[in-house]
């Protein structure tokens, strides 16, 4: 919003910036507190493209056929499949 000229103010729940994006270190170990789910990496992507990056010099990533799996503690499980007719169909 800061490139479209807006004021931007940042609002940080955490003592520490980044939300998801973060990690924990403890007696030497660092733990990565970040997301599970790589979720609209096109919008990612975009906002990128708004600041005049290449979103390829800074990360990159591959779409996997199962985004990821969910447990129960009854034993029930599901894949959260990237096609969205295939989870569906899942679920």
């Known amino acids: 919003m800061a490139l479209k000229g807006y004021r931007v103010e940042v609002f940080e729940a955490n003592a520490y910036p980044g939300g998801k994006l973060s990690e924990i270190e403890i007696q030497g ?6 997301p599970s789910l790589f979720t609209l990496p096109d919008q990612v992507e975009e906002l990128f493209r708004l600041a005049g990056k290449d979103p390829k010099e800074h990360f990159e990533y591959q779409k ?3 985004a990821c799996h969910y447990f129960w ?11 969205p007719n295939r989870f569906a169909e899942e679920v």
């Open 64 to 66: 996997l056929d199962v």
């Open 73 to 83: 503690e009854d034993g029930s499980t599901i894949k959260a499949w990237a096609d």
């Open 29 to 34: 170990y660092r733990f990565d507190a970040g």
